[in-house]
């Protein structure tokens, strides 16, 4: 019946996009399949248990008739309890969360595409659902307690509809040359800081042993347009991806853990790419900088405003500066050598607590470098916006960039038709030249960063019948690291200079300009400011509560004063309100999403802790500080998990064709209650819910989307993932319907039932399997 699944390989994609949740009194089902429909997989939830999450999932891959088969048989044999019910369709699992008593399953129910990378479209949540998975009938009073319901409503603030991305098959949560030089799939993508439901989807993955059900969520900002330079098109992609190792609002989250995490820990990647021609190779590059916190302990007080500004706090012992240097040796471990640290703390002026921690920062970077030989690929610079006219500040900044990525290089690789037409992150295609096992390999042996390149010849498909293309390669070595007070207003505008200079050199790269320089005043240059902009107002509304402060860019512009000296200053209000009063149900809210706190009964809730307790979760000052993984674990908490790959308890052969089950599908119905199995008159479907899928998703409602196939990337998907259907059409993306349909409202005996499954094809050791342990309180 069923066949054993494709080995998952960086040349077969592996992946589900595709979900339909069921329901029965007992069980949740999910089945899912590949967007090519080459095979469906099977996931079954036990509905009967509060305290526990039981998934299983049949290791098997099935065609779509064996699939609208299994659905027929469950159905039969739970018609006597409302049968086999559709309750949604859906794009993938974020997650499990447990508060008090039940847990919810965490759904994406509508999304939109929002890009592509190399081919793989990237996508953003246009709506999410939250599922209780018990059945009403087994929950007791906590499940609807209002500590519950509070931390319900604490979960939902965290808005999964703005500003979260994933994809199916790009590894969003890295850049494009860490995709290149090591792809690695499963778990081991999950552990990434900037997975942000690493947390929330801990069990599933720890259960099944695999990534298949679930998406990785980053945070940040994705944004790509369509530019030009006489006569060549190229697309532009900006990511910001957010970290969620030390993730909090602007003054709750400072500085560093003792882990080395910083506060509003940010790496902000530039891509470039020309549309594919066939038969010609594809070039792409891309640049990465980083912006994060003061790596020192400190603090501003959020309860304490005095004259609108909190009281700032550096601790005096920094313990020979052991935080800050984990945090240095974590970037180099990232991105190479060398480190160059751009420093926008304020040198001169009022403001006393800037000027001190700036000098502060400057002192401990000298001692660190002076103590630990290891340290000398740190480079310094302090740099005050504020003390140069703004076009001349750029002017200066862009020299400065300059003199990096001369440093640190950039990443450019151009890959030949063959590698394109397989999906560029089809890294197997390398291993026959010179026994190399990835790109790192080839960058290892041949040089540093800046004067990288490495040339295989493909011998295939070129643009010119006497020229053959292969692989060319330039890759980064080292960073830029960005700050200034809360990494946002002038940290972003000098990612812009930096990305400026970037792009004349990725530019330069592609073969699409003579000279790696873009003037000012060059449309570029207003076209990439636009879309910096967009990312510093999202960066500063996520961290700070309120757009960016615009007023160097505005200047560059040339806005008339007064307006933007107004515009300053309402931007100043809404972030002191939204410091004020705000962020603490915000930070509340991903304490809980990320699992830095996890309820549990019989202990304290998260409202009535002190403050001390309730807003540093996670600094090395809190007894209940993080682990590496910033996820905190204590013995009795009911998420805890360990690593468990499930082993099928049944196998067989069906028409010589393997057949493995896992068990999973035994669901035909539950034990009675009392009264019924003394043969009384109370009935199963007394106790069932009110279930609101009574409407069939009607046919062809998950066709492609035609946005996706378009120029116009950014078209929403309209299509609801609750819309109706038919309960047994597999086709979902057909306009075809064939549903199956009931004669009449019969139901079967077991010994039916058994029989009828063996005579289509059903081995008895899948038919023991589906039944063992079960009950059937059917109707002759």
């Known amino acids: 019946m069923g066949s054993e699944p494709p080995i998952a390989s960086a040349s077969s994609a592996y992946y589900l996009q595709s979900f339909r949740l069921y329901e ?41 008739n064996e699939c609208s088969d299994l659905l027929k ?9 409302g049968g086999l019910k559709l309750v949604t369709t859906c794009y993938g699992i974020i997650g499990f969360v447990k508060f008090l008593e039940p847990y919810y399953m965490l759904l994406i129910t509508k999304r939109k595409k929002i890009g592509e990378i190399g081919g793989h479209k990237i996508y953003a949540i246009t709506k999410r659902e939250m599922i209780p998975i018990p059945n009403p009938t087994v929950r007791t009073f906590m499940a609807h307690s209002k500590n ?15 500003d979260f991305f994933f994809s199916y098959s790009y590894h969003a949560m ?7 030089y090591d792809y690695k799939t499963g778990q081991h993508l999950y552990k990434k800081k900037c997975v942000w439901n690493k947390f929330l989807t801990s069990e599933i993955r720890n259960r099944l042993g695999n990534t298949l059900w679930t998406v990785a969520l980053v945070h940040g900002f994705f944004k790509q347009v369509k530019l030009s330079v006489p006569g060549r098109d190229f697309k532009l992609t900006l990511i910001a991806r957010r970290s969620r190792c030390f993730a909090g609002t602007r003054y709750l989250k400072r500085g560093v853990n003792d882990k080395g995490r910083v506060a509003n820990d940010v790496e902000t990647e530039q891509i470039v790419s020309e549309d594919p021609v066939e038969g010609c190779p594809t070039q792409m590059s891309s640049v990465v900088q980083y912006r994060g916190s003061v790596p020192l302990f400190w603090s501003q007080n959020a309860l304490g405003f005095h004259k609108f500004r909190p009281v700032f706090s550096l601790q005096a012992e920094q313990h020979n500066y052991e935080a800050m240097v984990l945090h240095f040796r974590n970037l180099v471990k990232r991105y190479g050598k060398p480190i160059v640290i751009l420093s926008l703390l304020k040198t001169r002026g009022k403001k006393r607590a800037e000027k001190t921690l700036g000098a502060t920062y400057a002192k401990a970077i000298a001692s660190i470098i002076d103590k630990l030989p290891e340290m000398n690929h740190l480079r310094f610079c302090r740099w005050d916006l504020h003390t140069h006219i703004p076009i001349y500040e750029l002017q200066q900044l862009g020299d400065l960039a300059a003199d990096t990525l001369d440093s640190t290089g950039i990443f450019y690789c151009q890959l030949p038709p063959k590698l394109w037409q397989d999906g560029f992150l089809n890294l197997s295609y390398f291993d026959k030249y010179n026994g190399h096992n990835s790109l790192e390999d080839l960058f290892n042996k041949n040089g540093d960063a800046g004067n990288l390149e490495a040339n295989f010849t493909d011998g295939g498909g070129s643009c010119d019948a006497n020229e053959n293309y292969g692989v060319k390669c330039m890759s980064q070595k080292g960073v830029l690291r960005s700050n200034c007070m809360d990494c946002l207003d002038r940290t972003n505008v000098v990612q812009y200079a930096y990305g400026l200079a970037a792009l004349g050199r990725q530019l330069h790269a592609l073969g699409f300009i003579e000279s790696p320089n873009i003037d000012l005043e060059d449309p570029l240059a207003e076209n990439l400011m636009t879309v910096y902009e967009a990312m510093g107002d999202t960066l500063a509304l996520q961290y700070g509560g309120s ?5 160097i860019f505005a200047d560059i512009r040339g806005q008339w004063r007064p307006a933007i000296d107004y515009q300053d200053l309402i931007t100043t209000v809404k972030r002191f309100c939204s410091n004020a009063f705000l962020d603490f149900v915000r930070q509340d809210a991903m304490n809980v999403f990320l699992g830095y706190f996890r309820p549990q009964q019989g202990k304290q809730v998260l409202w009535e802790l002190d403050s001390d307790q309730r807003y540093n979760v996670g600094r090395s000052s809190f007894k209940r500080s993080l682990s590496d993984s910033d996820i905190l674990s204590t013995s009795n908490s009911p998420m805890v998990s360990t690593d468990v790959m499930l082993n099928p308890p049944f196998s067989g052969k069906v028409q010589g064709s393997s057949m493995n089950l896992l068990g999973f599908l035994a669901d035909i119905q539950t034990q009675p209650s009392h009264d019924q199995a003394q043969g009384g008159s109370t009935s199963i479907l007394a106790f069932m819910p009110e279930i609101s899928t009574g409407t069939r998703l009607s046919p062809g409602y998950m066709q492609e989307d035609q946005s996706l196939k378009s120029d116009n990337i950014y078209d929403e998907e309209t299509r609801d993932a609750s819309a109706p259907s038919s309960l047994f059409d597999m086709d979902w993306h057909s306009s075809a319907a064939n549903s199956f349909v009931e004669e009449n409202e019969r139901c079967f005996s077991c010994e039916t039932i058994i029989h009828r499954m063996k005579g289509g094809g059903y081995s008895e050791s899948f038919v023991k399997w589906l039944f063992h342990g079960e009950a059937l309180f059917l109707r002759s």
């Not at 095979?39 to 999932?57: A, G, H, N, T």
């Not at 757009?547 to 007023?551: I, L, N, R, Y």
């Open 174 to 180: 890295r850049s494009l040359q860490k995709n290149l």
């Open 73 to 81: 048989w469950l159905d039969d044999g739970n018609k006597i309890t």
């Open 148 to 162: 519950e319901n509070r931390y319900k409503m604490l979960l939902c603030t965290v808005d999964l509809t703005k």
């Open 547 to 551: 757009p960016a402060h615009s007023k």
């Open 24 to 64: 029965t009194f007992s069980k949740y089902y999910i089945i899912g399949r590949d967007k090519k429909r080459t095979f469906w997989r099977v996931l079954k939830i036990d509905r009967l248990d509060c305290s526990e999450l039981d998934i299983d999932e049949d290791s098997a891959t099935y065609s779509e």
